[in-house]
């Protein structure tokens, strides 16, 4: 039996490059190895955390199921859902709560980051939000979870509540484990100590980009003082963030970036880059437009997808449910 592996992405509008490496790419590259049995959701319940247009909000999942599919997931080797259409996830979450310390919540970076730091006026939503992901988790014994580094500390509280649990009401959980991608973030084209970010359009290359703004933007990204192209995040951050970038749309090493670029000037390589850049984006492109167009085609991936998931999701529920001496 092979193992469990659960992600998703918010439905939030426009996914950039940084996205489609480290999600959309990663999620194909994990299907297709063979060694997992995957489910990816559309986590739309995590999406209300941020202020959003109601009238955008059905579209955008929509268009982020047509990016699953045009990015290569195929609904007949992974489970392809919305999170919000699997009532255990809420459900399961409310029960974590009840073993969830609230000071953990309020140390999660992400939430500091928000609260603390950009003094927002946040929703208790975020407070909650990762009770929830480790709820989408633990609902389907996930071993393994593919996230960015800044998603890590959110797996910790999943492996500790799955912990407390187990010790509380006997082995109900698997702790999962993290998959980090070789480009975990990719950083800003203008700002690259800031990770790229669709509220910095400028400094953001968003995967619906057309060739001529993609190159565009990579031509005129910053780089660095000096002319070498060389990998060093400390001294070269702009030429280093592009190097990754270039890693993970191409699949080389940054040796093997360096020493074919070996004495190439930084118009060169920024380029070569947008070229590559270009080319993996095109096919992309036109599935995704034709995924939209098909009148049905998302709505029924998904109205399958949820049903797997239901009968999955709802098995585990009943379990912990039994767990923790509740009726059903």
């Not at 929703?123 to 960015?148: E, H, Q, R, S, W």
């Amino acid at each position: 039996m092979k193992p469990i592996l659960v992600s998703g992405i918010k439905p939030e509008g426009p996914l950039h490059i940084g996205n489609f490496l480290g999600s959309l790419k990663n999620f194909v590259e994990l299907q297709n190895s063979g060694k997992y049995d995957c489910y990816f959701f559309i986590a739309d319940l995590h999406s209300l955390t941020e202020e959003f247009d109601l009238k955008q909000k059905h579209n955008q999942i929509l268009e982020l199921v047509a990016e699953y599919l045009a990015a290569g997931l195929d609904p007949k080797k992974s489970v392809i859902f919305l999170q919000s259409a699997v009532p255990a996830h809420s459900e399961l979450m409310w029960l974590l709560t009840t073993i969830t310390p609230e000071g953990e919540l309020r140390r999660m970076t992400q939430y500091k980051d928000k609260v603390v730091i950009k003094k927002l006026d946040a929703n208790t939503g975020l407070l909650m939000y990762p009770i929830l992901m480790a709820a989408d988790i633990l609902l389907y014994d996930a071993k393994f979870v593919p996230v960015g580094d800044d998603q890590v500390q959110h797996i910790e509280l999943t492996r500790t509540l799955a912990r407390k649990f187990n010790s509380k009401f006997g082995k109900t959980f698997i702790e999962p484990q993290p998959i980090l991608t070789e480009v975990s973030r990719v950083m800003s084209l203008d700002e690259p100590k800031k990770k790229m970010s669709k509220s910095r359009p400028a400094g953001c290359l968003f995967i619906d980009d057309s060739p001529e703004v993609i190159r565009k933007k990579i031509m005129s990204a910053t780089t660095d003082s000096g002319k070498d192209v060389k990998y060093a995040p400390e001294e070269k951050p702009g030429i280093s963030n592009l190097i990754l970038l270039y890693g993970g749309i191409s699949g080389d090493t940054t040796r093997e970036i360096e020493r074919r670029f070996a004495g190439a000037s930084y118009a060169e390589f920024k380029k070569s880059l947008a070229e590559e850049v270009v080319k993996t984006l095109a096919p992309f492109q036109k599935k995704k437009k034709k995924f939209m167009k098909k009148d049905g085609s998302t709505s029924r991936t998904i109205a399958a997808g949820n049903k797997k998931a239901n009968a999955a999701a709802s098995k585990k529920l009943l379990e912990v449910k039994k767990k923790i001496g509740l009726f059903s």
